[in-house]
């Protein structure tokens, strides 16, 4: 079986993201829960991450997690936008749906266990706010059921890979491409 890390491997030679020099380029996790899979990409892949949890005792365990390992890590609620990073590696309390993409190239969505309002207004907002290039990973296929608003962005899959994890032997990832339709 195929390992995640391959899939976000293969996301960043698809933008040209492993050069080490990220610029403005930046990972987004949407439902970052105890931050492991901002840890993934901030640790494995030295990438400029964003993680977002709206269930404050999640956010603060994944800030004690971050902390106990000596990680830079910055932490805010969304509800201060006073309060910016300091570190490549952020972690934010609150609602994905206020989220800045701005410079976001991958964006990793935790959409497995979410209802489908809160599906479809991801969607909706991914669709408005990326710009074509980005890369979106997620754990379903459901961006392939996106209406696309007027002047919005599309998704195709151009890569997945089946590997165990937690709750399912045989979890399929997949790999989003942002287009311009």
Known sequence: MAHPRMLLSSALRACDLSS???GSNRYVVFGSALG????YG???FNLRTTAYEILPELSQWALCVAKGFDLPVSYR???????????SLELVEGDMLKADLSGARIVMLTSQCWDKPLIQM???KLSNEL???TLV???TESLLTSVVPPGGCGFEIIHSVTAP??????QTLYLFHVLKL
């Open 122 to 124: 991801v969607q909706r």
């Open 36 to 39: 492991l899979l901002a840890f």
């Open 137 to 139: 990973i997620d754990y």
């Open 165 to 170: 994890v937690s709750w399912n032997a045989t």
């Open 42 to 44: 901030f640790l494995g």
């Open 20 to 22: 080490g020099t990220l």
């Open 131 to 133: 710009v074509p290039g």
């Open 77 to 87: 609620q969304i509800s201060n936008p006073h309060v910016r990073a300091v570190s």
